[in-house]
């Protein structure tokens, strides 16, 4: 079974900036899709951004537009986004997810990731 494992969270005050980290093993050499979601406190999951790995196309919620900036190293099955101009409606966990071997045709769906991460917390403060 493929594993997923993040990194990279912690606290931030307004305006910083933060790293995350992601790895995959276990699932094939090359993932199509690979994707960040997030999840505030009583909110349900959203995507955050992905990349289909194997043309290198990256995709951005309307939310982080402009401030995030999601980067792959496809042979490796890593991802990372880093995180610009963080707000306190950025915090949340922050999960990475790993497609099927196969045609991902909506990145935001989150069934479409059958392996996800434990999640790294992201906290924002004024």
């Known amino acids: 079974d493929g594993i997923v494992a993040e990194s990279g969270g912690g606290s931030v005050q307004v305006g910083g900036s933060l790293m995350l980290s992601c790895v995959a093993s276990g699932i094939t050499d090359n993932i199509p899709f690979m994707a960040w979601f997030r999840q505030a406190p009583g909110k349900a999951r959203e995507p955050v951004a992905a990349v289909a790995t194997t043309v290198g196309i990256r995709y951005y919620s309307d939310s982080v537009k402009d401030r995030f900036t999601v980067s792959q190293d496809g042979a490796k099955n890593k991802l990372f986004l880093r995180m610009a101009d963080l707000r306190p409606e950025d915090t949340a966990m922050y999960y990475c997810?790993?497609?099927?071997?196969?045609?991902?045709?909506?990145?935001?769906?989150?069934?479409?990731?059958?392996?996800w991460g434990q999640g790294t917390q992201v906290t924002v403060s004024s």
């Open positions: 997810a790993a497609s099927r071997p196969k045609y991902v045709s909506n990145w935001r769906e989150a069934p479409n990731y059958p392996y």
